[in-house]
């Protein structure tokens, strides 16, 4: 009867209605085989549904390529950014351009130097070396006029100046003219390298009315957002008087953003007021010049200079060694394998 009673627990109703297996064991002693096969059964049914789940949760081994695949994008990157599943994270390296011009004491320019001979430090720390160019590379050039109501008198003067600067244009270099005053006038959708459409394009600046005063910032913004994703060598030559009245933009944005670039600004102040510390500090951050530009011979040398040096720079390029702190200045030097020459290259820049 323990027997009996045991399994009586367990009796259950076919969907007929009829009685089960455990109902007809549960009737005495002398069916207790007739249990333990039923355990018996039941357990072995157990034993192969887990072996069937475990085979479902083990994944099936990958080739050694697709192996490589996965792991790579199962990795955790410490980024301090919280990533979803399924997003891929791709770091990249910063490379840093610098470029460079090497002058001996007459004041020419010295072309004959190799990757060897340059020497690279960040913080005092000498940097590898990575890429470089040599003179008489292509370039691309943002040349931003103003012509806001005060530049009226000069307004002859620079677009002489304009025109001879793209008269030195090689086949490979393009440049794309622009002129603001309270607004911000490309004159061609994009950079150009023929010579005669370029011309025509300066002659078509004009003065701005002196009511709608000066968006320097913003113009030198725009400069810097065309040239941005270009590729190669790049510049922006700012022909102003220095003076912004208004615009989104500011200096120490545009100053920011024009350090943390790899693009050079030449800025020419024309006329005779104080020399603007903005426009000294745009050239000197990203490895330019700045020119005082009182007449048109000034102004027309001025820009025989800037297409001069844009010819004879070296690029130095370099994967800072410590990416540890974003958004901190650092310095820059250059040193060259030359005696009796200067060297004049960007000093810092902002990582």
Known sequence: MATASLVSHFVYKRPGGGPGLLARCSSGNGHVFDVMKFYITAFALLLIITALAQAQQTPTPLPAAAASKERQSQTTVQTGVEV??????????????????????????????????????????????????????????????????????????????????????????????????????????KSINDPNLLSAAIGQMSPGPINMGTRLYDAVDFALGVLRPVSGRKA???????????????????????????????????????????????????????????????IKSSFAEVAEELRRQYVLGYHPIDLAQRGQERSIRVKVNRQRVGVRARRSYTY
């Open 84 to 189: 979803g599943e399924g997003e891929v994270v791709h770091i990249t390296a910063s490379l840093v351009s610098v470029p460079v011009s090497v002058i001996d004491r007459q004041g020419k320019y010295v072309v004959d130097l190799q990757q060897k001979d340059f020497r690279i430090y960040e913080d005092g720390v000498e940097q590898l070396i990575t890429n470089f160019s040599n003179i008489d590379q292509p370039f691309s050039v943002v040349l931003l006029m103003d012509t806001s109501g005060s530049t009226a008198s000069f307004l002859g003067q620079m677009k002489g100046a304009a025109k001879s600067f793209v008269e030195q244009l090689r086949p490979v270099d393009t440049v794309q003219p622009v002129y603001f005053h309270g607004e911000i006038k490309p004159l061609t959708t």
């Open 236 to 298: 922006v030559i700012l022909f102003t008087d220095g003076e912004n009245t208004w615009g989104k933009a500011t200096m120490k944005s545009t100053l920011h953003e024009a350090e943390e670039s790899d693009i050079i600004i030449y800025t020419l102040q024309y006329g005779d007021p104080p020399a603007q510390k903005y426009l000294q500090q745009l050239a000197e951050r990203t490895g330019g010049r700045y020119f005082m530009a009182a007449d048109v011979n000034k």
